[in-house]
């Protein structure tokens, strides 16, 4: 069973509108969370990170926040672009402990299209 | 710095054929390594992640190995090719071990591979 899931499979939004993207995880323990893009044929490349402690962080136009409570994460997408269609991709860190190496666990993404 | 390198960019190979992809990583020492898979439409797929010379773990039961018989290259292979192994593969290391920043995967291009 995948230990980070991520909703919706994918939208479409309009230029200009915001949209928010969900991340819920079971990964254990928990290091720390990181939202990456991937544009079509590319490799993806980190947005955000955030640690255990951190609620909310922002990177331009995306706003990310973490409640490590209940293990949910999401990415909003503020004033859309039509650059910003792409997947999105929440990927979670174990920590590294003695018996955990701190393996990367990656969610199946959430294909954004925006729309002029 | 650190750069990964990953060929070829796209391939063609006909159902029954070997394959063998190559991924390299520089700057680094005991990267933890991965491949994974993305077919069309859909999100990335674990296959295979080493953290070490001879230590790979096999996500997903496939026709498809892995290979690392350098520190920092890592190999996938397949001795016959099937239809369904058409995707997008792509190669990513991270940090490992204690005080390293297990934080970000760092992926490389990509390797188009249609099977036909």
């Known amino acids: 069973k995948n230990q980070v899931e991520q909703s919706p499979q994918s939208l479409i939004i309009l230029e200009g509108k915001n949209c928010t993207l969900q991340c819920n995880y079971t990964v254990s323990p928990f290091s720390n969370l990181r939202w990456y893009k991937q544009d079509t044929g590319r490799g993806p490349v980190s947005l955000t990170i955030?640690?255990?402690?951190?609620n909310t962080k922002s990177n331009g136009r995306y706003t990310a926040t973490l409640d490590a409570d209940t293990k949910q994460s999401s990415l909003h997408i503020t004033a859309s672009q039509l650059s910003d269609s792409a997947s999105y991709i929440c990927v979670v860190s174990q920590r590294m402990t003695t018996d955990s190496w701190g393996k990367l666990q990656f969610g199946a993404g959430t294909q954004v299209v925006v729309t002029p | 710095s650190q750069t990964i390198h990953q060929w070829p960019a796209t391939l063609v190979q006909p159902v029954g054929s070997p394959l063998s992809l190559e991924c390299t990583v520089e700057?680094?020492?005991?990267?933890?390594l991965y491949w994974y898979r993305q077919a069309a439409g859909r999100g990335l797929q674990l296959l295979f992640y080493?953290?070490?010379?001879?230590?790979i773990s096999s996500e997903v039961p496939q026709n498809l190995s892995a290979s690392r018989p350098q520190d920092r290259q890592f190999i996938l292979s397949s001795k016959k090719l099937l239809l369904s192994d058409s995707g997008f593969y792509l190669c990513?290391?991270?940090?490992?071990?204690?005080?390293?920043?297990?934080?970000?995967?760092?992926f490389g291009q990509g390797t188009r591979l249609t099977v036909v």
């Open positions: 700057g680094t020492s005991n990267p933890n």
């Open positions: 990513a290391w991270s940090f490992s071990g204690p005080g390293r920043p297990n934080t970000e995967a760092f």
């Open positions: 955030m640690t255990f402690s951190e």
């Open positions: 080493s953290i070490g010379i001879d230590q």
